[in-house]
């Protein structure tokens, strides 16, 4: 062990050890440097798929938001079709609490509109079980929505106790205009 400790100190081995240290510390930081890189450009590469999955998410939440008080209000069979598409497309970025929220509401809008007669904005005003009934399942979508979006404290009892139509809004004799 000493002879080797000696032999490798000798005077020609320290002279390629001076030219080989430089290169090797060189040689060393490159590859430090390129995996700190290619880890930087990793993360920031998840955090944007992450982002831009959320901005989609929040885009196809505000349309559904949009179409589920059009289906409402949508008297004319083609514009419940064009709705039922748009509410269709949660299929490609919603979560699955959404999109089980949404197949449950689904359920009872359906129910209540066949025996609506089609016209379920008018049950919905004479009514008040089948209110509250449509108004408990949006409200379980726009809980899923939020939490998809974001963390949230709004207990399930909290957001079906708020989720209401108004008199002013979806209940009024004008928005039959609409």
């Given at each position: 062990m000493v002879f080797l400790a000696a032999e490798l100190f000798s005077a020609g081995n320290l002279e390629t050890l001076k030219l080989l240290l430089p290169l090797a510390g060189s040689l060393l930081g490159v590859l430090l440097t390129g995996a700190i890189g290619l880890a930087t450009y990793s993360w920031q590469e998840n955090t944007?798929?992450?982002?831009?999955?959320?901005?989609?998410?929040?885009?196809?939440?505000?349309?559904?938001?949009?179409?589920?008080?059009?289906?409402?209000?949508?008297k004319a069979i083609e514009d419940r079709r064009r709705i039922l598409a748009e509410i269709e497309k949660g299929w490609l970025f919603a979560s699955d609490e959404v999109l089980a929220a949404l197949f449950k509401y689904m359920e009872t809008y359906d129910r209540h509109w066949t025996t609506a007669?089609?016209?379920?904005?008018?049950?919905?005003?004479e009514d008040e079980t089948v209110r509250r009934d449509i108004e408990q399942g949006m409200a379980e979508i726009f809980l899923a929505m939020r939490r998809d979006l974001?963390?949230?404290?709004?207990?399930?009892?909290?957001?079906?106790?708020?989720?209401?139509?108004?008199n002013c809004g979806m209940l009024s004799q004008e928005s039959d205009a609409l």
């Open positions: 944007k798929r992450k982002s831009e999955l959320v901005e989609r998410r929040q885009k196809l939440y505000e349309d559904l938001n949009s179409a589920l008080f059009g289906l409402i209000l949508a007669s089609g016209d379920i904005q008018k049950l919905i005003r974001r963390d949230t404290r709004l207990s399930d009892a909290m957001a079906k106790n708020y989720m209401h139509f108004y």
